[in-house]
């Protein structure tokens, strides 16, 4: 009888001893629990915070190009005064893959200043495929649908000045092959993006630990073309220009900004006034448009927008610090490739 009595008093004890241990358990976990969200409270307090609506028509086109140059400036901005940039695309429609490399270049530029991004994907299927073709989720975080990783489609993105022009050299024979049916290379195309290459490297930053660019490709396989683009968030062209002791003579001559800068690609500005000027390649890169080896050449930088093919050499509203280059290969180019 006492044996019994003892172990049924063990079996009480031990009950009770479970019962006051998963009480202090549970109590832990509560303040555990109030403590994170007084901290997330606290962080939501002091970070400060902001949400960008990307606009529905994302996309360097010509009518487009001033709101997707907004955002692009209001996330430069933002970055200057905020610790969390939410960056919302889901209104986003129509998606293009100049914007695609602004944009990313952007963001890779806030990454760098310290800023924490979160962002949402397009709702609409054909954007957010897009996105997720593009190559842009190689360089920030997200789930890419298993269909969309299959892609000849490309974003070569360097942080620093010692990536090598041989890292691009893959990208043109996938092109030739897009465009023509025939896997060869292009040395004039190669040579060119070398040249906005060292453009950036050289002249663009201040320091070679800021030196950033992207280049990005899209096959269009159905339409035999290939669209590059080739953007870097340097202080651009015309801003550089205003560093060259001659810039007042030459703005004097051309009137406008965008009249200095067409004539910088078309003709070389030192042939025509005869002053002392480097045009950084510029002509180089009008000679392959010119060559008809590209096609639907647009360039963007600071205050000047130029559509080679669209006769469209303007200044506009909304600068862009940085410059960004926008080509096709298709076939009403000249073949220009050795297989």
């Known amino acids: 009888m006492k044996k019994n009595k003892k172990n049924k008093s063990y079996l009480q004890n031990r009950s009770a001893k479970k019962e006051r241990l998963e009480r202090k ?13 007084k901290l997330r409270q606290k962080r939501k307090y002091f970070s400060k915070y902001a949400e960008v609506i990307a606009p529905e028509k994302l996309t360097l086109q010509l009518g487009y190009s001033e709101e997707v140059l907004k955002f692009i400036a209001l996330l430069k901005k933002l970055g200057t005064t905020e610790d969390i940039i939410n960056i919302r ?7 293009g893959e100049g914007a695609i490399g602004m944009l990313l270049s952007v963001m890779n530029e806030l990454t760098l200043a310290g800023i924490a991004l979160r962002g949402e994907k ?34 070569i993105h360097t942080g620093n000045i010692t990536t090598s022009q041989e890292e691009l050299e893959p990208a043109m024979p996938q092109a030739m092959e897009t465009v023509w049916g025939v896997s060869g290379r292009c040395p004039e ?27 990005g490709v899209s096959h269009i396989e159905k339409d035999k073309t290939v669209k590059f683009s080739f953007v870097d968030n340097g202080i651009g062209i015309i801003k550089k220009y205003y560093e060259d ?24 500005i030192a042939s025509q006034t005869g002053l002392p000027w480097r045009g950084e390649g510029l002509p180089t890169i009008y000679e392959l448009y010119t060559d008809n080896i590209i096609t639907n050449l647009v360039v963007i930088t600071n205050n000047v927008y130029l559509d080679f093919d669209k006769k469209k050499f303007e200044e506009i509203k909304v600068p862009f610090s940085g410059t960004y280059y926008f080509w096709k290969v298709n076939n009403s180019c000249t073949p220009a490739y050795f297989a």
């Open 25 to 37: 358990r549970k109590e832990r976990k509560k303040r555990l629990r109030i403590a994170k969200i």
């Open 89 to 95: 695309l889901h209104k986003v429609t129509d998606i």
């Open 122 to 155: 397009p709702l609409n299927t054909t954007a957010r495929n897009k996105l997720e073709m593009s190559g842009f989720f190689k360089y920030m975080r997200g789930y890419v649908s298993p269909e969309n990783l299959k892609t000849k489609n490309i974003i």
């Open 189 to 215: 195309l190669f040579g060119v993006i070398g040249e906005m290459l060292r453009n950036s490297c050289d002249h663009a930053f201040q320091t070679e630990n800021n030196v950033s660019w992207h280049l």
């Open 245 to 268: 002791n001659n810039w007042q003579k030459v703005k004097d001559y051309f009137k406008s900004d965008a009249k200095i800068l067409e004539n910088a690609y078309k003709n070389g």
